[in-house]
């Protein structure tokens, strides 16, 4: 892990503070940047969040799952844990501290709107920063590259149902074409464009050109598409944050919990198995971490820029580093 990248969790917070401070100085006059939008997609963001998101799809090596066989029951943990515990339990711990233990604190719709990022939080499964984690737990790489793989193609097919499944649960309308355009956009046409163009790079430059030199030059580029994606949410968030910065707080009590949660079921069950150490620390990253550059777009797209739906997904981007970092030293402490 580069050093930006240990130290994620202070660039977000500094890029949080800089955008509170943009949204104070520049009042009003930033506000056409929300209105930039087309099919509810917001232009800018949707730029960013392509920058984003490419940099990770292009890393996918899809022939990768030919070897899906040689760790079924690993694999088979994976997809139970993301697809069927996962977003389910989000949406039962955003429902009872959100709706419950701190309704006296929040208005109806405030509460509303932060279950509906948990959610959609809660139903991307990390993608590339599950190979950061899976590297320091010294967890094996190709089959941490397997069940990346296969993440993603099941991502494609249940993200939208279960998404619109859960909000309807809470009572939220969302269009359903929004929720299908917006996984197109962030989704489908990167992982399009960065399988074409991996495959073309790599028989024209050759594997090592591709890994040391091409990959190593997108790295930053994602990093700062996610800094300058905050800065853009909390120039319009300020005003609610500066007005009641505890909800914050509020928002990462459920977030934190629902990823110990999901790391300990996954490492216990993984332990009950028996699969080895190498498998079964990256099985239970990938389930405690998320997706959140396509959980923030989705939820910009679907609630907008200065919704308590968005600021719900950024407050998972600050406290996914440090959450998780925590987690790589417990599953390095249980080696077995």
Wanted: proline share 4%; glycine share 6%.
């Amino acid at each position: 892990m580069g050093k930006f990248e240990k130290y994620l969790s202070l660039w977000v917070a500094l890029g949080i503070l800089a955008g509170i401070g943009l949204g104070s100085i520049a009042g009003d006059s930033i506000q056409f940047l929300s209105e930039l939008e087309v099919a509810k997609v917001n232009i800018p963001v949707a730029i960013l969040v392509w920058m984003m998101i490419y940099p990770m799809m292009v890393q996918i090596d899809f022939s990768s799952l030919k070897n899906i066989k040689q760790n079924s029951k690993g694999l088979g943990l994976t997809i139970f844990i993301n697809w069927l515990v996962k977003p389910f339990t989000m949406a039962f711990f955003a429902w009872l501290f959100f709706d419950q233990i701190f309704e006296a604190y929040l208005h109806p719709e405030e509460a509303e709107q932060y279950i509906a990022g948990a959610i959609i939080l809660g139903a991307a499964p990390c993608t590339a920063m599950v190979f950061v984690w899976s590297y320091l737990t010294k967890g094996d790489a190709n089959y941490t590259l397997v069940q990346v793989s296969l993440n993603d193609l099941i991502l494609l097919v249940l993200f939208i149902p279960i998404v619109r499944f859960l909000l309807g649960v809470t009572n939220i309308e969302i269009p359903y074409d929004t929720l299908l355009y917006s996984v197109l956009i962030f989704v489908v046409i990167p992982l399009l464009a960065g399988y074409l163009s991996s495959t073309f790079l790599i028989k024209s430059k050759g594997k090592e050109w591709f890994t040391t030199v091409f990959i190593a030059k997108l790295k930053p580029v994602s990093m700062v598409a996610l800094i300058t994606t905050l800065v853009l949410l909390f120039a319009f968030q300020g005003d609610k944050i500066l007005n009641n910065p505890f909800h914050i707080l509020l928002i990462a009590v459920p977030l934190t919990i629902q990823t110990y949660f999901i790391f300990f079921i996954t490492w216990f069950i993984g332990r009950y198995i028996k699969l080895r150490h190498s498998v079964c620390a990256p099985s239970a990253m990938i389930g405690a971490s998320n997706f959140f550059e396509l959980a923030v777009a989705v939820a910009i797209s679907l609630f907008g820029l200065n919704s308590g739906a968005s600021l719900a997904t950024v407050v998972g981007v600050l406290i996914e580093v440090p959450v998780m970092l925590s987690l790589v030293a417990i599953a390095n402490k249980w080696r077995y």
